[in-house]
């Protein structure tokens, strides 16, 4: 009887691997994974993040949701590459993705490819032309990229003149910090005061 006991308890705690999880089981595990990697990055723990998604990828290696997680936190870490590795494989996946191809666009820009981050949202645009998402990551990209006429034009489809504004204010202070708070701040959307003081 006690033998059966550790046995259960050892298959409660996920320890027993023998037989592989099917179905409902394994869908459960990953979203568990992609929301507690979703947690760590919004934490501001992007290596503990990039382990949960990992996991993700190890049981499902094209579930574009933990791809798109891993490429945010190598960028959160400031490891474009990387994440635009992670792009890159998410958008063989899901060529249409908009929230892969923004996170890409924003990456690019983070990383001084502006231009290639603009032909890039330009592309999904096509694709998807009354996305206001990817609309205003092509305005953050052109005010990161110091074109505040551009982004604001870009900018005003979707926003007031007051929220405009605001934005390019935040391109402007975005521009004047460095890299690491940068990415920070676009990636987690807050600007940290502890971030901002630059270089």
Do not use: C, W
Not at 44 to 66: M, N, T, W
Not at 76 to 105: C, F, I, K, T
Not at 128 to 141: F, G, H, T
């Amino acid at each position: 009887m006690a033998r059966r006991g550790a046995t259960l308890e050892l298959a409660v705690m996920g320890l027993l691997h023998d037989t592989p999880m099917h179905g409902y089981e394994l869908r459960k595990e990953l979203i568990s994974l992609l929301g507690l990697g979703r947690v760590l990055l919004a934490t501001g723990e992007p290596a503990a993040a990039r382990a949960e998604f990992e996991a993700v990828l190890a049981r499902a290696k094209d579930e574009r949701r933990a791809i798109n997680g891993l490429g945010v936190a190598f960028d959160l870490e400031g490891n474009h590459g990387r994440a635009q590795e992670a792009y890159r494989r998410g958008l063989a996946v899901a060529a249409d993705d908009p929230s892969l191809a923004g996170n890409m666009a924003l990456s690019l820009a983070l990383s001084g490819q502006p231009a290639e981050a603009e032909v890039l949202l330009a592309s999904a645009l096509a694709r998807r032309p009354n996305d206001p998402a990817l609309r205003q990551n092509l305005a953050l990209v052109l005010g990161l990229a110091g074109d505040d006429a551009r982004a604001a034009t870009v900018a005003r489809q979707d926003v007031d003149e007051a929220g405009v504004r605001n934005n390019l204010a935040f391109y402007a202070r975005l521009r004047g910090i460095t890299p690491y708070a940068r990415a920070q701040a676009i990636f987690r959307q807050q600007l940290d005061p502890d971030l901002v003081r630059g270089p």
